[in-house]
Every structure is written in C-alpha cells, then in structure tokens.
C-alpha cells in the first residue's frame, strides 16, 4: 500500500516562502518521477513540479520557474516543494504525487497524498 504524506502547508503572507514536504511509504519508485501539483475550486489540478528519484532530473511548469524549487532525499524517502516569493495566486491545496509522467505534454500521477492548503494572504 502506497502512502504519500504531505505536510507544511499553512497561511503565509504574500512575498513570504514555504517549503511542502511529502513523505513516502509503502513503495520504492527508483526509477519514477514523484511530482507536485495543485488545485483550487472550480479548475483543474494543475502540474507544478517533478523530480527523478534516480538522478534528479527536474521539470517545472513554465510560469513557476524561478519561484518554485522541487527536491528530495533518497535516504528519507521525502520529497520537498520550496516555495519562494508566494503571491494570493499561488493559493491552493497542493498534492504530492507519485509514478508521475507526461504524455502529450500533459502531466498526471498514478498514486496521490491527501493534499495540504496552502493559502497566500495579500
């Protein structure tokens, strides 16, 4: 059974920073993309993030380059979200994901957390 855990969401005032961690159980995904994404009502889940668990490759959506920094450490089996410059728009439950790829540029996950509200106050 895969458990996808994520914690550090919270209330942050724009400008402010947060980092999102999700921690994995249950399931090694060496050779696999883990990934971040985010959701608020009414839309889509959109993609953020991804990060190879082998060799750290990591993808971004085009317009959080820069602000938005995906990691992880092996030894923990914990992937992190460091988010930087936070603006009310960045406001949404952020989801972790695992087994993630894209197809036809678009990006999904095969196994998800439970998600963690991150709202960005003005």
């Known amino acids: 059974q895969v458990q996808l855990v994520e914690s550090g969401g919270g209330l942050v005032q724009a400008g402010g920073s947060l980092r999102l961690s999700c921690a994995v159980s249950?399931?090694?995904?060496?050779?696999?993309?883990m990934g971040w994404f985010r959701q608020t009502p009414g839309k889509e889940r959109e993609f953020v993030a991804a990060?190879?668990?082998?060799?750290?490759?990591?993808n971004y959506a085009d317009s959080l380059k820069g602000r938005f920094t995906i990691s992880r450490d092996n030894a923990k089996n914990t992937v992190y979200l460091q988010m930087n410059s936070l603006t009310p728009e960045d406001t949404a439950v952020y989801y972790c994901?695992?087994?993630?790829?894209?197809?036809?540029?678009?990006?999904?996950?095969?196994?998800w957390g439970q998600g963690t509200q991150v709202t960005v106050s003005s």
């Open positions: 994901a695992a087994d993630v790829s894209r197809w036809r540029s678009r990006w999904s996950g095969a196994y």
């Open positions: 249950g399931r090694t995904f060496s050779s696999a993309a």
């Open positions: 990060i190879t668990w082998n060799d750290g490759v990591t």
